[in-house]
């Protein structure tokens, strides 16, 4: 995808949520921003994060990374990042998204089986998501910035399927490009991964290496094979117009 703006500029806002764009490489950085929601709202973000970690002892509030700047040039996607934590981000995110336009710019492995089928995780009852069915992500943070400032998604893509899966990535085919999947808050960025096993023998591989993390995050491996398949699952608001977009090219 082609646009007029530069990498200076911020379309952050323009993109309409359920956007699809495809692009060959993404551009993330690190970049000051002084966010007035985590500065002024100290007392409702440790209430409600009081309230949200409750009886989940795994929820851990650490440092993570959101997007404030966006452009795509020339089949880049140009993207800005600021370190906040995670409860005020929890906080900001519950609360509707205000103040100016920020989202949780994260990378996803879209994870397909030799058949064609996708093959997702659903989150455990003990995490933030319980119950969600989507593919190994994670908001980036300090472990995905590298020295020159560069925010490596494409590592994150790997290093979270490792950790929620097990899968390691010369078990896997990393395909070229990537799409852009905006939704409130949010935008994906899925890139497409190839395991080559039918999707019951991948799930079989997944769930025994699930069993052995020293942390496990997903309860189970969903198999996808059509749009209809979404609609049996608790999914992410990202997933399904992602899936059907796929879906509909093959």
Same mark, same amino acid.
């Given at each position: ?148 400032? $560069? +925010?490596?998604?494409? &590592?994150? %893509? ?8 097990? /899968?390691? !990535?010369? @078990?896997? *085919? ?5 799409? $852009? +999947?905006?939704?409130? &808050?949010? %935008? ?8 080559? /096993?039918? !999707?019951? @023998?991948? *799930? ?47």
């Amino acid at each position: 995808m082609t646009g007029a703006a530069s990498p200076g500029g911020n379309d952050i806002e323009r993109f309409a949520d359920g956007h699809i764009a495809r692009v060959d490489r993404v551009d993330a950085r690190i970049a000051p921003y002084d966010w007035a929601f985590g500065r002024e709202n100290e007392v409702e973000i440790a209430a409600h994060w009081a309230q949200i970690s409750a009886g989940k002892p795994a929820m851990f509030n650490g440092r993570i990374l959101l997007q404030h700047r966006a452009a795509i040039v020339d089949g880049v996607f140009h993207a800005r990042y600021f370190e906040t934590d995670y409860a005020a981000f929890m906080t900001w995110r519950d609360s509707g998204h205000p103040g100016p336009a920020l989202r949780n710019g994260f990378a996803m492995g879209a994870l397909r089986a030799r058949d064609g089928a996708f093959l997702c995780g659903r989150m455990g009852g003990h995490t933030a998501n319980g119950g969600m069915v989507y593919f190994a992500a994670g908001t980036p943070d300090r472990s995905d910035v590298r020295a020159d400032g $560069t +925010v490596d998604l494409a &590592g994150s %893509v790997l290093r979270e399927l490792a950790e929620e899966t097990g /899968l390691v !990535a010369s @078990e896997v *085919r990393v395909g070229e490009g990537w799409h $852009t +999947v905006f939704s409130p &808050g949010r %935008v994906a960025f899925m890139r497409p991964l190839t395991i080559d /096993l039918p !999707a019951e @023998e991948a *799930r079989a591989l997944m769930l025994s290496r699930m069993a052995g993390l020293a942390e496990q995050e997903l309860d189970d491996i969903v198999i996808l094979r059509s749009p209809a398949d979404c609609d049996r699952h608790k999914m992410a608001v990202f997933m399904k117009p992602y899936l059907t977009h796929i879906f509909a090219q093959d």
